[in-house]
């Protein structure tokens, strides 16, 4: 969940984030800068995203010099660009989640038992918090995905409180992946009882799924792939028809700092397929050879422009 101090950036300033980019990795041209130029004075809109992604750089430093700059000053200077981008945006997750009892950082895969026996799998940037009291087991997930084997105790329920709704469960397996403004939960044995809000909740079985988000509410259960849930604990991400922005999103938890789109509507091509968590660089390569994209890899930014 991204925190709720950061801004994000909305998707023109992004844009023109990922032109200055290109401008100043040592690779461009003067074609990049007239179009850079032609795509400033389309809009006012355009007009005023270019500002504002030129003032977060002209505050790093000697900013959109044309000429003189040696390709090695340019990826540094686009590297650091990037690191206040995402600091500016709340792309390494919430600031808090440095405190939380347990987290994970990028690329990272972490298995933790908890006092009561129970198991929690925590997937690459997840954080949670311990509630434990003697009447209910809790753990306030902040971030990221886990997956929990929990150990039975009648009369201490377990839950799991995420994204402003919760799970509650005796004796099973399940998953729980937030998102942006909800949650997904996938249940692999036994069942679990869903709520958000003010709906009294659903009962999740085995092979079953839900979500629930702001927008729409609490969702219907229906069936999922336990192959597909599981995928992310043997070091897989399984995608079926899936938009390019939430790959590419997905994919950036495993490593390859974030990425930029110039084109916006490609955030929107679909993507099916198998990838490797620790494998981002082949992951970038199949989409190349899958899509009308070229990713442009520089250090701690990845920029998908369309294929020319």
């Known amino acids: 969940m991204p925190d709720d101090n950061a801004r994000s950036l909305d998707p023109l300033t992004e844009e023109a984030l990922a032109w200055l980019v290109r401008l100043h990795s040592g690779e461009e041209s003067e074609d990049d800068w007239q179009r850079y ?48 981008a995402l600091a500016y945006t709340g792309a390494f997750g919430r600031a808090d989640a440095w ?96 709520s958000y809000g003010a709906n009294p909740g659903v009962t999740v079985a085995a092979g079953q799924g839900v979500g629930y988000e702001r927008r729409s509410g609490l969702g219907v259960p229906s069936a999922v792939d336990a192959n597909a849930i599981s995928a992310w604990r043997r070091g897989e991400v399984i995608f ?10 997905d994919m950036h938890r495993y490593g390859g700092g974030t990425a930029v789109f110039t084109d916006a509507h490609l955030k929107e091509l679909p993507v099916t397929g198998v990838f490797s968590t620790s494998e981002v660089d082949a992951f970038y390569a199949a989409l190349e050879g899958a899509l009308p994209v070229r990713a442009t890899r520089l250090p701690l930014i990845t920029v998908i422009s369309r294929a020319n």
């Open 99 to 194: 405190l939380a009892d347990e987290a994970t950082g990028i690329g990272e895969r972490r298995v933790v038992k908890l006092a009561d026996a129970t198991e929690i799998v925590l997937d690459a940037v997840t954080s949670f918090d311990v509630r434990y009291s003697p009447t209910e087991r809790r753990i306030v997930l902040r971030d990221g995905q886990i997956y929990a084997t929990v150990a039975p105790e009648p009369g201490r329920p377990f839950v799991v409180e995420a994204n402003g709704g919760s799970v509650r469960a005796l004796g099973t397996q399940f998953n729980v992946r937030m998102n942006d403004d909800g949650a997904r939960v996938a249940v692999t044995e036994h069942a679990v009882r869903v």
């Open 240 to 249: 079926d028809n899936k938009p390019l922005g939430e790959v590419v999103d």
């Open 37 to 84: 130029h032609d795509w400033k004075a389309e809009t006012p809109a355009n007009r005023d995203a270019s500002r504002r992604a030129e003032d977060m750089w002209s505050r790093l430093g000697p900013a959109l010099r044309r000429k003189g700059t040696p390709p090695i000053a340019g990826i540094v200077a686009a590297a650091i660009l990037v690191g206040a």
